[in-house]
């Protein structure tokens, strides 16, 4: 196989005929060998991106290189890349072997090398005492691996996926999740992944681009996303139950505190955590259900009744009101109070993320 390459988009926009801006901007690299994640939801253009890469769209605007080599003027067959969709259809009249050959027959590559090439991806799926069966005998998992082995046997040097779990049942999604990640390491290639699932992208991206309306919100790691998500809108869109947002102001006390809902939210804030905010200054705290849990009055920062509950099993999840806002709490199971009930809520000061309220980027 020929070594991976890198894709990298610098300024890249797509505007289509009917003025739609799909792609606004966007900017960024994979390296070779990376596995790469766009993630955003319905619309943000994640599948255009994608096409863009593949050469089924052109760019309005920028360049795209595919192993530092720009690629606007190359057609798709040229790229050197293979896609794996969602509605990945195959022939029902061939067997798996033949459905992993055929791209390869029409390429008019010699039979002992189709031969090879198909037994490797066979082996690499475990799909090799499936070869001769046809789609219809073949599980939902096993139809998603035929059609990721007929991108394998062309042996590109860059993969890219669109949302190809989201046909599976959630069990099979899991598996086929193990199963992608074992490739990646097996094969070494460069991967673009597009998923508007979150745990998806956190377990398979080694980074995540996350996109909303056409534009790029951050590029990081998942753990870099997660934990420093750098505006509102990736703050709300990683984990899950979403973050909690609650609307305030900064005021000084004996420290610096945040005081939101009319007053019914009092926060004290780390001293160093926030060097560069002003006292009086709008802003949106942030904090995850995991970082909310249940105090005695005496240490509550807002006070509620629970509205719902929801058990998962070890945690659970409280729907708090407090005033006009239901604030989620994630609590161990054992420890979880009855809808109704009153209950006084703390929040981890070292867990709270401060918004700008106009602009909703992250405080420093
Ligand atoms: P989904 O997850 O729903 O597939 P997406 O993030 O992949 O969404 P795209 O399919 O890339 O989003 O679409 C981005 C935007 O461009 C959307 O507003 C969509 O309506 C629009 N769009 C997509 N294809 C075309 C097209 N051929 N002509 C005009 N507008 C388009």
Same mark, same amino acid.
């Given at each position: 196989?020929?070594?991976?390459? =890198?894709? $990298? ?23 070779? =060998? ?7 939801? $319905? ?10 890469? @593949? ?26 890349? *293979? ?5 990945? @259809? ?21 039979? %002992?090398? &189709? ?23 073949? $599980? ?18 860059? #993969?890219? #996926? ?20 074992? /490739? ?10 597009? +998923? ?11 980074? &995540? ?20 998500? %750098?505006?509102?809108?990736?703050? =709300?869109? &990683? ?5 909690? #947002?609650?609307? =305030? ?22 001293? %160093? ?19 909310? +849990? &249940? ?28 005033? $006009?806002? +239901? ?22 000061? *070292?867990?709270?993320? /401060?918004?700008? *309220?106009? +602009? ?5």
């Amino acid at each position: 196989m020929q070594q991976p390459a =890198g894709v $990298s988009l610098e300024q890249v926009w797509k505007i289509y005929d009917n003025g739609q801006v799909a792609v606004a901007d966007v900017t960024f690299e994979a390296a070779e =060998g990376e596995f790469l994640v766009l993630l955003g939801p $319905s619309g943000c253009g994640k599948t255009t991106l994608l096409r863009l890469v @593949a050469g089924l769209e052109r760019v309005s605007r920028g360049l795209i290189r595919i192993g530092g080599q720009v690629v606007n003027e190359v057609p798709p067959r040229d790229r050197d890349i *293979a896609m794996v969709f969602q509605n990945y @259809a195959l022939y029902p009249h061939m067997t798996v072997y033949e459905n992993m050959a055929f791209g390869l027959k029409l390429r008019r590559v010699p039979k %002992a090398e &189709i031969d090879r090439r198909v037994r490797a991806a066979a082996r690499v799926l475990e799909l090799e005492h499936l070869l001769d069966r046809r789609p219809h005998q073949l $599980s939902g998992g096993q139809r998603q691996r035929v059609a990721v082995g007929r991108a394998i046997v062309r042996e590109p040097r860059v #993969f890219l #996926f669109d949302e190809p779990l989201s046909n599976l049942d959630a069990r099979l999604r899991v598996e086929m999740r193990a199963e992608l990640a074992r /490739l990646h390491r097996e094969l070494g290639r460069t991967m673009l992944y597009v +998923t508007h699932d979150q745990v998806e992208a956190m377990t398979l991206g080694q980074r &995540i681009v996350v996109l909303n309306q056409g534009r790029i919100q951050q590029i990081g790691t998942p753990l870099e996303v997660y934990h420093r998500p %750098a505006n509102r809108f990736v703050a =709300g869109f &990683i984990g899950s139950p979403p973050m909690n #947002f609650i609307e =305030g102001r900064l005021e000084h006390r004996d420290g610096l505190w945040f005081v939101g809902e009319g007053g019914l939210v009092q926060v004290a804030l780390p001293a %160093a955590g926030w060097p560069y905010v002003r006292v009086g200054q709008a802003v949106t705290l942030g904090v995850r259900p995991e970082a909310v +849990t &249940i105090a005695t009055p005496e240490q509550a920062m807002m006070q509620g009744t629970v509205a719902t509950v929801e058990v998962l099993g070890a945690v659970a999840n409280l729907h708090v009101r407090v005033g $006009s806002l +239901t604030v989620v709490a994630q609590v161990e199971a054992t420890v979880r109070p009855e809808p109704e009930q009153l209950v006084s809520l703390r929040i981890d000061p *070292a867990r709270v993320h /401060l918004f700008d *309220a106009e +602009t909703g980027q992250a405080l420093p």
